[in-house]
């Protein structure tokens, strides 16, 4: 692949254009899209922020550890499965909530898959669910010493919310992600060590960030041939850095059919090239695991990047994608993230489909439902019972119930 000089690259709107090729040859068909640009800013993305993925051939397996079918006061189907990624590999636990009653009646149930700070155990109060052993971040409720105690169970729930989930007919899969490589920038663990025995000779590392999101593919593989789930309605959500996590899980695999990354901000939804909030120059310091070694060489030039944000949002269509907000906090840069939507719109109109409803950013408590959505709601940083509302909202409307 030719490597482009920033210089040279076309910008609309400030962002460097997605229906321009690095060789300069206009996107003017899905045709070209899919064959040819679509790859083209795959490749970028992973050479100069993310890192490549682990190019193994994973074949995960998952085995039922433990099962409760009247979870949620007989709302709920609850199991708790160990999958695992290949041989050797340490388990990774998902949690898997269905709703009774679609399983009543043999159909199959669309699917919310979260990627989650905490463990299995802090969205249940039932005492059977495994309390993590890995590394925890250690200031949620009932953690000590960055490791889960019996104090944490069900502390979660209201920022998972499994009840409206449920009683919207959609399922819940949830993993802990720091179970697949731990948050700080000094060790790595979880499935780090494994895959890099697996792959020695790999010259170039994935930031945390993309193996977190590779993970989220790992468990699609194993979701998916589940028929009591059903594999065309998956839904990627997060919050914050694990929003940056799930939008490049969408980004990356076609076989999330929605994506809702809340508040994920700079590194995710918000642009590189941006003024307010978290620049990349701050991310990559505080957090220089989560990207690779490249993304630092932009720290006091981001307008050198041959690509933004919308980048992702491109990648994802014509598939929805809901970017979610909060006033207060603008360290995500909230506006920003909208003229992200306004930049990736012009790929899903040349897919055929609407990508922004409203061209205009709306106003606080109004999704703007599009298949580019956004919504900002008063308030702070958190995922809450309102997010929630809106995200099952916006999945009903593109996914049905
Ligand atoms: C920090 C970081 C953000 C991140 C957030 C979170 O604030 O700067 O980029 O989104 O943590 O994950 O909560």
């Not at 060789?23 to 890192?51: C, F, H, M, N």
């Not at 007919?169 to 895959?195: I, K, N």
């Not at 918000?270 to 003024?275: D, I, M």
Request: charged share 20%; proline share 9%.
């Amino acid at each position: 692949m030719h490597w482009p000089d920033p210089a040279d690259l076309p910008l609309v709107d400030g962002y460097p254009d997605l229906l321009v090729c690095l060789d300069g040859t206009p996107v003017k068909s899905a045709q070209l899209w899919r064959d040819k640009r679509r790859p083209e800013l795959i490749a970028l993305i992973q050479r100069y922020e993310y890192g490549s993925p682990p190019t193994i051939k994973a074949s995960p397996t998952a085995r039922t550890i433990h099962e409760n079918r009247s979870a949620l006061g007989g709302k709920a189907w609850l199991r708790e499965l160990a999958v695992t990624i290949g041989p050797g590999a340490p388990p990774i636990h998902l949690l898997v909530l269905l709703p009774t009653k679609k399983l009543e009646k043999r159909e199959p149930a669309p699917l919310f898959l979260g990627a989650s700070f905490t463990g299995n155990q802090t969205l249940t109060d039932d005492p059977a669910v495994r309390l993590p052993t890995c590394w925890q971040y250690g200031d949620y409720p009932g953690e000590t010493e960055h490791r889960a105690t019996e104090a944490t169970r069900g502390t979660q729930t209201k920022t998972w919310n499994p009840d409206l989930i449920l009683d919207a007919g959609y399922g819940l899969a949830v993993f802990q992600a720091t179970e697949a490589d731990r948050d700080t920038s000094t060790q790595r663990d979880g499935l780090q060590p494994w895959l890099r025995a697996q792959e020695p000779h790999t010259p170039e590392r994935w930031g945390t960030i993309a193996l977190w999101a590779w993970t989220i593919s790992r468990l699609i593989d194993v979701l998916v041939q589940d028929p009591a789930i059903d594999a065309r309605r998956i839904v990627s959500v997060g919050h914050s850095r694990l929003g940056k996590t799930v939008y490049l899980a969408a980004a990356l695999d076609e076989r999330i059919a929605m994506s809702i990354p809340l508040q994920a901000g700079c590194g995710g939804t918000a642009p590189a090239r941006c003024t307010t909030g978290e620049t990349i120059e701050r991310i990559n310091t505080v957090f220089p695991h989560w990207f690779n070694s490249h993304y630092k060489a932009f720290n006091d030039r981001p307008r050198a990047l041959p690509f933004d944000q919308h980048a992702l949002a491109a990648l994802i269509a014509p598939r929805p994608v809901l970017f979610a907000n909060a006033s207060e906090d603008q360290w995500a840069n909230p506006d920003g993230q909208f003229t992200i939507l306004q930049a990736a719109d012009p790929v899903y109109r040349l897919l055929g489909v609407q990508g922004l409803a409203h061209h205009a950013q709306p106003p606080l408590n109004t999704l703007s439902p599009g298949r580019l959505g956004y919504w900002q709601r008063p308030g702070r940083h958190e995922m809450n019972a309102q997010d929630w509302q809106t995200f099952i909202a916006y999945a009903k409307r593109h996914l049905g119930s």
